[in-house]
């Protein structure tokens, strides 16, 4: 399974989500003003990136389960 390009693709997807959300999360804590002009933005970076993270996993299961 490590050697499954589909595995990397999927985990990347899913570090990048963390990353997006540590630093959405770590702006509002700071506030100010560039949290005013970005946070919304990061976080519907977030939620882009988290629904292909989903999607992703699903193809990996997908073509692992024999698809």
């Known amino acids: 399974m490590a050697n499954d390009p589909l595995f990397w693709v ?10 997006i959300l ?14 005013r002009k970005y946070a919304n933005k990061l976080m ?3 939620i882009a990136a988290q629904f292909i993270a989903v999607v992703m996993i699903l193809i990996f299961v997908w073509f692992r389960s024999g698809g």
């Open 44 to 46: 519907r970076l977030r």
């Open 10 to 19: 999927a985990a990347i997807a899913c570090l990048s989500v963390l990353v």
């Open 22 to 35: 540590v630093i959405g999360v770590g702006v509002f804590a700071k506030g100010g003003d560039f949290n």
